[in-house]
């Protein structure tokens, strides 16, 4: 029983002297430390605020310039379509695999996303 009551002693005592010698080895001072942490997050701060203002603004700036353009072929192309096809859209060819529903959703054979100027209108072929 005291061989456990001093072993539980050394071990206190080892924790404490960690503790102080962490606290030594580090500066020693709380409010020394507490102001580097906090320097340190100012830094930080500053990185990432540079970051997203010079990296990601203009990234997301040029996406939005690219992805506009791209839409705007892609309109001229269906422009260029529906006018040689007589104001329509070529009909898609019913191939077996396209647009098979075994069960019609809630609201029916339509998905949620269902746009009558792109979409193949599933309601009509029931």
Known sequence: MSSVLRT??????RTRQGVRGYSQAHGGDYFAQREAVRAHADSTTQLWRRI????????TAV???WVRNAEAEHAEHLAHLK?????????????DYLNKRVKPYPWG???LFFN????????ASE
Do not use: Q, T, W
């Open 8 to 13: 539980a002693a050394r071990s206190a005592v």
């Open 52 to 59: 997203s203002f010079y990296v990601c603004f203009p990234v």
């Open 63 to 65: 996406v939005i310039a």
């Open 83 to 95: 006018e040689e096809n007589g104001g329509k859209l070529p009909e898609v060819p019913n191939y």
């Open 109 to 111: 054979m339509n998905s």
């Open 116 to 123: 009558p100027h792109v979409n193949k209108d599933l309601s």
